[in-house]
C-alpha cells in the first residue's frame, strides 16, 4: 500500500539501506513501504496468542508536523472519518492513537498499488487497462462513494459524508483486482450547506472541481467530478488537465478548459462513454449526476447495452503482467513479516528491578511481585513498564489524543495545560515522582489535556490493564478511580471559561454534563445545574440557545432537563464555533 501523494518512482525501501525492524506501542514495524507528503507508511504487524500474527498498515505523521495543529487536525480527522464507514470499497481503519508522541493510524494492508502507479507503469509497458477495466475500477469506486455520502451516524441522521479528494493516488487497486479508496485527511461530514473561503488546504489541485475551486458551496458532488476526471486519466492514458507554471494558472486553465470539446476530440475515448465523462464532469454540479448511484447505473446499462463483459480473471492477470517487479516485492514483505521478529534491544525493552533504583521500595515490591507472576529471570524480572524519553519542548499528548498509558516522571519537568484556541491554561507544573495520564483509567482512551515537557524528561509508562495490579484492595481501588473521575470532571469544568463566547460556554456545558451522567447512566441534563456551573444568569438567552439547537434536532428540551439527541452534531458546532475561523450561529 503506497501513500497517496508520494511522487516518488518507487518505494523508498529500494532505494536505503534495509529496515531494522522496531516495536511501536504494541505493534511491530516490520519495513517501511513509502513516505508521503506528511506520512511515513509501515508495513506492520500485531500479534496475539497461538503464533496469531496479522499484517496491517501503520500510517504515521512525521515529526516536522505533529507541531502544526492544521496538520495534526487533518490526520485525526482522517481516522474520525473512516470509523464512521465499513465498506469493501473503503480502505478500513483498526486503530488510531499516539505513541511516544508520534500519532499513528492502523489500516488494512492492501497488496497493490494506486491508479496513480498503475498508469504509470502501464504507460511505460506500452499496456493501457482495457475499457472493461476502467468501467471496473470506476463502478468500484462509486460504490464506495455511494456508501460514504449515504452513510447515516448512530442516531440515524445522515452524515452526508464528502471525500473532496479522488484522485489516481487515493484509489487502490489490490492485485485481486479489488479497489479501495483511501486518505480521508480532507473528507468533511456536511452538517448543513457551508461555503469554504479561498482554495481548498490540500489534496491534487487537477482533479478538484470548479465550485471548489472558487470557493462556493459544496456537496456530494464534488466527488462525483472527482470520479469523472479519474474515469477520463484511465482511458485516455494522460490526465484531463497539466500543471502550469503557477497554480493560478492551474486554476485558470481549469476554469477555462471546455471539457466536453477535449472529450470529443481524444480518439482514445470510446464513443459509448463520452456521455458519462461529460454528465460526470459538468462545470455545473446541477447538470451532473444527482448522486453517484445515478453515475453507476448509467454505466452499467452501457456496459449490457455493449454486452461488454467484466471478467475479474482477466483483471487479476492483467495486474500480474503489469506488476510483476511489486508482486515479487509485496511477497518478500510479507514472508518477513511472518517470520520471527527480531529481539529488542535491551535499552528498549520492558524495564527490570534493578532500573527502578532511586524509586520508594514498595513501589519496587509491588512491581516485583507483578514480575514474578510473568515469568522470567528470577534476578532480573521483567516489569510490565517501560521507559519513554522525551526532549525539551517535547509534546507528549494532547486533548482528544487516544491513549490507555499512565506516567510517572523520573525525571525532569511535565506542563499539564488546557487548550481552547489560541488560548492555554495551566493546569499542574510536575516533576520528578509525580503521576500524570491518569484520566486513561476512566475514560474511553481520550486525553482531557495537553501535556509537554519543560525540560529533557524520562518517565514510566504503564499500560492501564497492569496499573489496576498495583492497587492491590479492592477497595482502594475504586476510590482511586472515583478519585481520578473527579479529578476529570474539575478539568473539563477548568475547560468552560477559556471560550469567550456565551454560546460556546453554553455548548460547552452541554456536552460535559451529558458525558458525564452517561458515564453514571444517565442521558438528561439539568438546566439548573447547567446554568449554575456556567454562571449563566440571562435565562431569556439560554432559552434562545435552547430554541435553536432544538430546531436544529440535536436535542429536545422538558422543563427542567434537556435530553442531548446528537451530540456528534452539538460537538461539530462546538469546534466550528471556537475554531480560528469563529463562525456564528444565527438565532
Known amino acids: 500500500m503506497t501513500e497517496p501523494g508520494t511522487n516518488r518512482s518507487a518505494p523508498l525501501s529500494d532505494r536505503q539501506p534495509p529496515f531494522t525492524p522496531k516495536r511501536f506501542g504494541r505493534y511491530e514495524l516490520i519495513d517501511r513501504i513509502s513516505r ?307 529481539p529488542l534491544p535491551a535499552s528498549t525493552g520492558p524495564l527490570t528491578v534493578r532500573d527502578l533504583q532511586g524509586f520508594p521500595d514498595e513501589v519496587v515490591k509491588q512491581l516485583s511481585m507483578i514480575a514474578d507472576e510473568r515469568g522470567g529471570d528470577a534476578e532480573t524480572p521483567r516489569l510490565p513498564v517501560r521507559p519513554v524519553n522525551y526532549p525539551a519542548g517535547r509534546v507528549i499528548f494532547r486533548q482528544g489524543d487516544q491513549g490507555t498509558e499512565c506516567y510517572v516522571i523520573r525525571s525532569g519537568k511535565v506542563r499539564l495545560f488546557l487548550k481552547s484556541g489560541r488560548v492555554e491554561q495551566t493546569v499542574a507544573l510536575l516533576g520528578e515522582g509525580d503521576f500524570f495520564g491518569e484520566t486513561t483509567l476512566v475514560d474511553k482512551d481520550e486525553r482531557n489535556l495537553n501535556a509537554t515537557a519543560l525540560e529533557d524528561t524520562t518517565c514510566l509508562a504503564i499500560e492501564r490493564e497492569w496499573f489496576a495490579r498495583l492497587v492491590p484492595h479492592d477497595l482502594s481501588r475504586i476510590l482511586v478511580l472515583r478519585l481520578v473521575e473527579r479529578l476529570r470532571d474539575s478539568v473539563w469544568l477548568l475547560g468552560g471559561p477559556l471560550f469567550q463566547d456565551p454560546l460556546c460556554r453554553f455548548i460547552y456545558g452541554l456536552i460535559f454534563l451529558y458525558r458525564r451522567n452517561i458515564a453514571r447512566n444517565g442521558s438528561e441534563v439539568d438546566l439548573v445545574e447547567l446554568m449554575e456551573l456556567l454562571r449563566l444568569d440571562d435565562r431569556e438567552l439560554v432559552e434562545k440557545y435552547l430554541a435553536k439547537l432544538q430546531a436544529l434536532q440535536i436535542l429536545e428540551v422538558s422543563e427542567p432537563t434537556v435530553r442531548i439527541k446528537n451530540i456528534e452534531k452539538l460537538e461539530n458546532i462546538l469546534e466550528l464555533l471556537a475554531g480560528e475561523k469563529k463562525l456564528t450561529l444565527k438565532l
Not at 499516539?98 to 498503475?118: P, W
Not at 487515493?170 to 479561498?198: C, H, T
Request: hydrophobic share 40%; proline share 5%.
Open 36 to 342: 508521503g507528503g506528511m506520512s511515513d507508511i509501515y508495513l506492520a504487524k500485531t500479534v496475539g496468542i497461538n503464533g496469531f500474527q496479522k499484517p496491517l498498515v501503520i500510517k504515521k505523521l512525521l515529526p516536522e508536523y505533529s507541531e502544526k495543529p492544521r496538520y495534526v487536525q487533518r490526520f485525526i480527522n482522517e481516522g474520525k472519518t473512516l470509523s464512521h464507514l465499513n465498506h469493501a470499497n473503503i480502505v478500513q481503519i483498526l486503530d488510531m492513537g499516539v505513541v511516544d508522541g508520534e500519532y499513528f493510524i492502523a489500516l488494512e494492508y492492501i497488496e497493490g498499488r494506486n491508479v496513480a502507479h498503475l498508469l504509470a507503469k502501464a504507460k511505460r509497458n506500452d499496456r493501457p487497462p482495457s475499457l472493461e477495466f476502467c468501467l471496473h475500477v470506476v463502478l468500484e469506486l462509486a460504490k464506495g462513494l455511494a456508501y460514504a455520502h449515504r452513510r447515516r451516524g448512530p442516531h440515524g441522521e445522515g452524515l452526508m459524508l464528502v471525500h473532496q479528494d479522488i484522485n489516481s493516488f487515493n484509489v487502490m487497486v489490490s492485485y485481486e483486482a479489488e479497489v479501495k479508496i483511501i486518505d480521508f485527511g480532507i473528507a468533511r461530514i456536511f452538517l448543513e450547506p457551508s461555503g469554504w473561503q479561498g482554495l481548498p488546504v490540500a489534496g491534487k489541485l487537477l482533479y478538484f472541481s470548479p465550485e471548489q475551486l472558487k470557493g462556493q458551496n459544496i456537496d456530494h458532488r464534488v466527488d462525483i467530478y472527482g470520479t469523472g476526471v479519474l474515469f477520463y486519466e484511465l482511458i485516455a492514458g494522460e490526465r484531463l488537465i497539466q500543471h502550469q507554471e503557477s497554480i493560478g494558472d492551474t486554476v485558470k486553465m481549469i476554469l477555462q478548459t471546455d471539457v466536453n470539446q477535449r472529450i470529443r476530440d481524444n480518439d482514445r475515448i470510446p464513443e459509448i462513454v463520452r456521455p458519462v465523462l461529460e454528465k460526470s464532469m459538468a462545470r455545473d454540479p446541477n447538470d451532473r449526476y444527482a448522486w453517484m448511484e445515478d453515475m453507476a447505473a448509467h454505466i452499467r446499462s452501457l456496459i449490457r447495452e455493449n454486452s461488454l463483459e467484466l471478467d475479474h480473471a482477466r483483471f487479476v492477470s492483467y495486474l500480474a503482467d503489469i506488476f510483476p517487479r511489486e508482486m515479487s516485492l509485496d511477497a518478500r514483505r510479507l514472508r518477513r513479516l511472518m517470520e520471527e521478529a527480531p
